[in-house]
């Protein structure tokens, strides 16, 4: 059982950065069964079995899901939106945020609580997806540089470099 | 210790690899050449300007002056929907960085499990459902992804983008995912604009010769000559342009799709993307949301010092790094711990090397496979004129 789980190492995200080291990252990647929507796969890696409770994340992955369908789903505002800004010939989304970034401005703060409250005490920190083109959800793992030298993680991290 | 402090500011862009160019500090994005988009803009404002100096004067006096009103309304929104297009990002993917590369490539080595020596490994192929259908993605060996659907490599550009249309050499850009409505709305507008110069060309004509004598009126109004004959072989391509896309639209298929025929013909897959219904699909390609872009051109790379120094960061990195540090994506400050090949992409030494391509990092070496995929793939579309 690592022990920096029972420490108090972990209080908050200015402390991992500057303490921690970083061990490995894992990334959950985009799920297409419905198409080209913005969805990331529910599926639970296994380099976190013992890292995190597999409800917390999935709960995190399922909000960041309906965050992004409502972003993309067609219906009444988008098509006002639309044609809006066409009858304006789009010169009107240099003052306008559109919906998609406004939602974008959600998720991104729901990212920022979720680590504080979440994943920072347990050594992990979500990426925000649109720093990788929404193409994975980017998670770190990180080992406190004080506890304990060698562990299995850091033998992963030399084969993850790949030389 | 002594650490390099690096005082100029660099933005994302000026380290983004591919072929493309920016300007206004990276807020306008395009393809490397642009010699034809500079005669599309010559041709667009040449003719206008002659129409406007030649027949609107006669016309606004002898029919309406909401003739030229109309022609000028047209134009700008011509003008606008065209830089649109040819400035905006066109849905460019990233390329992946090191860590998240080397976990594909571990996938991949575990899903093919053990190759004899000398045997080529099986093609880079993962199989996703989409409502129903069986869809390949292809492994693009530049950006080292899997491509999304409907996402394909310029190799113009250099960029995989998704929902790639084609290259369009008129526009100067690639159309893709972000700015295919503009492009549509640009051939649409195009095409009206050339039929009604074309129109009131020969309104303007007929109308004068019947006062003045044919010859005559040539002679008065050389510019209409001009116009007519620019009017006349652009109706032809942009009108039937227009309309192939239209086709398109009401299939939900782009270019790509059409010419490689991967909804038709002897696969019989079904295109998955296609509401079946014409009107939904018009909806969801022209009045669907508008895709943010995902480069962050303009953002501030985070400078750090030399590696030699701890962790304990250097009062510049973080005041640069300020305005990202409520973002959970501030990259480590490099230790010994990091991974040596994640430390170039963590932004730039003192020294700025004169192109982008040679920033990436030295990324394991990959099995020497051939990809003639993504040449093939985009030489068709290359192939693909007005």
Not at chain 1, 114 to 123: D, F, T, V, W
Not at chain 1, 129 to 147: A, K, Y
Not at chain 2, 217 to 237: A, I, M, N
């Amino acid at each position: 059982m690592p022990v920096f789980l029972l420490s108090s190492k972990f209080h908050n995200l200015q402390e991992l950065r500057h303490s921690a080291s970083l061990v490995t990252k894992v990334f959950i990647q985009r799920d297409y069964s419905e198409g080209t929507v913005c969805r990331f796969q529910t599926k639970f890696p296994s380099e976190l079995d013992n890292r995190i409770e597999r409800t917390l994340l999935e709960e995190t992955v399922k909000t960041l899901n309906s965050y992004y369908a409502e972003a993309e789903k067609i219906g009444g505002q988008s098509y006002l939106e639309g044609c809006l800004a066409c009858a304006t010939a789009y010169i009107i989304f240099l003052c306008m945020e559109t919906r998609y970034e406004k939602v974008l401005r959600k998720i991104s703060g729901y990212i920022q609580e979720q680590n504080e409250k979440i994943y920072a005490p347990r050594g992990l920190l979500l990426t925000d997806p649109i720093e990788r083109g929404m193409r994975v959800l980017e998670i770190s793992l990180f080992e406190d540089r004080g506890s304990g030298g060698s562990s299995p993680s850091s033998s992963m991290s030399s084969g993850s470099s790949a030389r | 210790m002594s650490a390099v402090m690096i005082t100029r500011k660099v933005r994302k862009w000026e380290k983004l690899p591919g072929k493309n160019t920016f300007c206004c500090d990276g807020r306008v994005m395009m393809a490397r050449q642009k010699g034809v988009f500079y005669l599309t803009l010559f041709l667009i404002v040449g003719t206008c300007s002659l129409f406007f100096a030649f027949e609107c004067p006669y016309l606004a006096v002898h029919l309406s002056p909401a003739i030229p009103v109309f022609a000028a309304v047209l134009f700008l929104f011509v003008m606008a929907m065209l830089l649109r297009t040819s400035f905006s990002d066109p849905g460019v993917l990233p390329r992946a960085l090191p860590e998240e590369a080397t976990f594909i490539e571990m996938e991949i080595e575990a899903a093919n499990g053990n190759v004899p020596a000398g045997q080529r490994p099986p093609p880079r192929i993962r199989n996703v459902q989409i409502n129903n259908q069986i869809v390949k993605l292809k492994y693009c060996y530049t950006c080292k992804i899997f491509r999304p659907p409907r996402a394909s490599h310029c190799s113009i550009c250099d960029n995989c983008v998704d929902r790639f249309d084609h290259h369009c050499p008129w526009v100067g850009n690639c159309v893709g995912k972000r700015n295919y409505r503009y492009f549509y709305l640009f051939t649409l507008s195009l095409s009206l604009l050339t039929i009604y110069i074309f129109t009131f060309d020969i309104v303007h004509v007929v109308m004068r010769s019947v006062d003045n004598g044919f010859l005559n009126t040539l002679k008065e109004t050389p510019g209409t000559v001009l116009e007519v004959l620019v009017c006349f072989f652009t109706l032809w391509s942009v009108v039937g342009l227009t309309g192939f896309h239209t086709y398109l639209i009401s299939l939900n298929q782009t270019t790509n799709e059409d010419i490689k025929g991967s909804w038709s013909g002897k696969n019989r897959i079904q295109n998955p993307y296609s509401h079946k219904n014409i009107i939904k699909n018009c909806c969801e390609v022209l009045c669907g949301p508008t895709y943010p872009s995902v480069l962050d051109r303009r953002g501030l790379m985070q400078e750090d010092s030399p590696v030699s120094t701890t962790c304990t960061a250097p009062p510049s990195s973080s005041s640069i790094a300020a305005p990202q540090t409520t973002k959970t994506t501030a990259p480590l400050i490099p230790n010994e711990h990091t991974p040596d090949d994640a430390k170039p992409s963590i932004a730039a030494s003192a020294e700025k090397s004169p192109s982008p391509k040679e920033e990436l990092p030295p990324t394991p070496k990959l099995p020497p496979l051939a990809s003639p995929e993504t040449d093939a793939e985009t030489s068709i579309a290359k192939d693909k004129t007005h």
